[in-house]
């Protein structure tokens, strides 16, 4: 099949080209997938996006009208997809479910130690000869609770590694996972996972019900000077409640991989321009805050698999109409 890339970083191409063993015809464009841009899929088959390609109903239908048969997206979360619009335009969408769930749980854990004994404060302070400790004080991890938001294949990897440090756990999700019960992580409602953890870290995907799920009136519940930690999506945090929450002291220290307005900053080179954006520029300001840009993925083995599930789900809807992991309006699985 022909297939547009979107979003390709040499990476990505890299990646794509070595899992292409079934010969499809790859065909690699840098631009991020738009209305302004969906008429570069030309004739393809199928468009291959990733998690800051819009594909709201209008690009849907402009990729349908263009002949476009499958979405084949290189992520795990498909929230950026309007499902509904890919059904009624006769469009299957595909994505990768699970490629490394220990990709980002590990950048999740990276996140919470270097805050915690600001080991980036400290490279580059030895780099100009300052040995003082003074603003390096971390806290032992060792007895300190930790609440998950989310404990599907992340979630779960994250309560394994914190389960060594000699964390207590915490979780909540709708769906309880007998892996982590078993791990020794408690259920708890929302409210008192909020109120106890010392470390909140957001692992569920974003969904309408958790769309803001941190905004002002959970940042009045957390216990003051919580460190919260989010590699899930951006739009899970309220990021002006989050800039207040920094401000009062409510919050602690954050770590972030992602942003609610990512698509505009994340995966450029900004170092010679100005950040565009006054609310992320903001978030840059504060000591306590370390912003990685999108980046928990981003491990070989991660890349592997996504390259290798991508061209598999491409070959299983060209062979059989339907892709290995299909994503469906009613369902969202
Ligand atoms: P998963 O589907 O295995 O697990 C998600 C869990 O969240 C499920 O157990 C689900 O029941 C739970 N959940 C759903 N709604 C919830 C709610 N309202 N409150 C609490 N829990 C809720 O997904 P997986 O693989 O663990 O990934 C989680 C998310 O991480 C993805 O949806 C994606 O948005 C994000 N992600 C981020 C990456 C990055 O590079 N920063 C890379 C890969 C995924």
Known sequence: MRIAVFSTKPYDARYLEMANRAGHELVFLEARLS??????????????????????????SALADGGVRLIA??????????LAAAEAAGIAVARVPAYSPHAVAEHTVALILTLNRKTHRAYNRVREGNFALDGLLGFDLDGKTVGIVGTGKIGEVVARILGGFGCTLLAHDPVESSICTALGVRYVEFDELLGASDIITLQCPLTPETFHLIDAAALARVKPGVMLINTSRGAVVDTRALIQGLKSG???????????????????????????DDVFARLLTFPNVLITGHQAFFTEEALTAIAETTIANVSAFERDGVPIYPVRAATGG
Do not use: Q
């Not at 030309?42 to 390609?53: I, K, L, P, S, W």
């Not at 220290?253 to 942003?259: E, K």
């Open 73 to 82: 997206l290189r992520s795990a979360g498909f929230n950026h997809v309007d």
């Open 35 to 60: 209305a302004e841009t969906a008429s570069l899929a030309g004739d393809a088959d199928a468009v291959c996006a990733f998690v800051n390609d819009d594909l709201g109903a209008g690009v849907v």
């Open 250 to 276: 409510a919050v602690g220290s954050v770590g972030l991989d992602v942003y609610e307005e990512e698509a505009d900053l994340f995966f450029e080179d900004f170092s010679d321009k100005f950040i565009p």
